[in-house]
């Protein structure tokens, strides 16, 4: 059964490129009976912070997508250190002594590429361990093969076969003067010992591979499988990132703007793979079902936003399905939140008589704020009293309305039907439409033209509101 890994580094925020890495590995690992593996990359000491690390649970906890193991790379800097002198014992690694700032100026390159440190790899082993006893600092370096070149192969799922010469790979570090395990080092370490069947990454690993290739047979192992994906890009072809594109390449904006998950998750899949049927909207069992290395493309996906429109509008579609197509109770549920966190105190009862009449009306959860704002407000936002008269009447036929409704709402059951009855009978008594009759009502409730059906938001407000907004209403036509 595969295994398989998420390997985040804590120096930023979940990155909307990592979340769909974490859910191309996470739709493997369960389609295929296999196991999902959480690992926390964190040998970059000086970058780590607990901030990104919060910014990373917070985002896979929203996501909502489990995982069955957990592990954190500082936790295991034996191991790889373990892992690193195997390697030098079989004379496929060498201690550099050299400066950094030499070493960089000295060193021979291969066109621009940097490639070995001269004279330090010649140093005789009794030399080298004599040193490191002394104290003296060094970095360990796979000693790539230089006499005679060889090639470096893989055959990557999306991109297939893939080959480089080690003449044009440097003696890379595998541990840094400190002690600490690269990035190379530590990832293939943990690979090996958690028994990685598959690693899916982004494309922009694809070049680390072929250094991972070597460390993975110099070790005595062979490499797992690769599949690398596309990258996500903005509207003008860059990469995504948080200081040339701001807050929206981070998966907490898409969060706290009112994205449910499952839209989210159901945007970042379509980035870059296809189920091959022209489907767009999948549930997760869907996505589970269909999901595999074949339907990943390999052209660069782009996520389209602009100062006006910060989102997707693809994304901001499937997720106004989503809640269109939600069972109401579930619908609430997700709303109540939104109403807590911007403090407004409403019934679950409530909330469960006003979640059908916006349920079309939203795209993003926190619309319900601005599309159903006149439900919870004490007093209406101001409006003028022309939007009080209906299309084919005037303001003496507007306040014959609210007058009568007045009249008729105080005795009336206050449900759909027994509200649309008693409106429907006032209309009738005093010789106009029925739409004459409700637009001026609708305006008195809500504060504007354009609402919820009538009789649904006269219910969901609650008789003692209806009244005391309609009396203020008569106030402004006389």
């Known amino acids: 059964m595969p295994r398989v890994r998420f390997a985040p580094s804590p120096t930023g925020y979940l990155h909307v490129g990592s979340a769909r890495t974490f859910i191309f590995n996470w739709l493997y690992a369960r389609r295929n009976g296999g196991t ?172 680390n591979t072929f250094k991972h290739v070597l460390i993975f047979k110099a070790a005595g192992y062979e490499p797992p499988q690769f599949a690398h994906l596309p990258l996500l890009i903005a509207p003008d072809g860059a990469k995504l990132s948080k200081r040339k594109h701001g807050p929206v390449v981070s998966v907490t904006t898409y969060r706290d703007a009112g994205f449910l998950p499952h839209a989210f998750i159901n945007f970042l899949c379509l980035l870059g793979w296809s189920p091959k049927d022209d489907r767009e909207r999948m549930t997760r069992e869907e996505l589970t079902a269909v999901f595999s ?54 019934s679950a009862e409530r909330l469960a008589l006003i979640t059908p009449l916006i349920q079309e009306r939203i795209k993003l959860l926190k619309d319900l704020l601005t599309v159903g704002d006149f439900f919870f407000a004490k007093e209406l936002a101001p409006y003028d009293s022309a939007e009080l008269i209906p299309k084919k009447g005037d303001a003496a036929m507007a306040l014959q309305a609210l007058e009568k409704a007045l009249e008729v709402l105080p005795g009336a059951e206050f449900s759909h039907d027994g509200l649309e009855a008693a409106l ?31 009789f649904g938001t006269l219910e969901a407000l609650g008789r003692d509101v209806c009244l005391e907004r309609i009396d203020k209403a008569i106030a402004k036509l006389k």
């Open 36 to 207: 999902m593996i959480l690992r926390i990359d964190d040998t970059d000491v000086e970058r780590n912070s607990d901030q990104s690390l919060d910014s990373i649970f917070e985002g896979l906890k929203w996501l909502g997508l489990d995982w069955d193991e957990q592990y954190r790379q500082s936790d295991r800097l034996a191991l790889h250190q373990e892992f690193a002198q195997s390697i030098l014992a079989k004379g496929l690694a060498y201690r550099d002594f050299t400066p950094q700032v030499a070493a960089v100026e000295d060193a021979p390159h291969s066109g621009d590429t940097w490639l070995c440190n001269p004279g330090q790899r010649e140093i005789p082993q009794e030399e080298s361990d004599r040193r490191a006893a002394a104290g003296e600092p060094f970095v360990l370096r796979y000693k790539v093969p230089r006499d005679t070149p060889e090639a470096v192969k893989f055959t990557d799922a999306v991109y297939g076969e893939q080959s480089k010469s080690t003449a044009d790979i440097e003696d890379f570090a595998l541990l840094r003067s400190t002690g600490i395990p690269t990035y190379h080092l530590a990832s293939c370490a943990d690979d090996v010992d958690l028994r990685i069947s598959h690693i899916v990454r982004g494309q922009d690993h694809l070049t």
């Open 293 to 346: 290395f074949e339907g990943i493309n390999r052209s660069n996906a782009v996520i389209n936003f602009s100062d006006e429109e910060p989102f997707d509008a693809k994304c901001l579609w499937l997720n106004a399905e989503t809640i269109r197509t939600m069972p109401a109770t579930e619908l609430s549920a997700v709303l109540a939140p939104v109403l807590a966190e911007a403090g407004i105190d409403c």
């Open 424 to 454: 429907r009978a006032g209309a009738e008594q005093l010789g106009i439409k029925a739409g004459q009759m409700f637009e001026p009502i609708r305006v008195a409730v809500c504060g504007r033209k354009t609402a919820p059906p009538l």
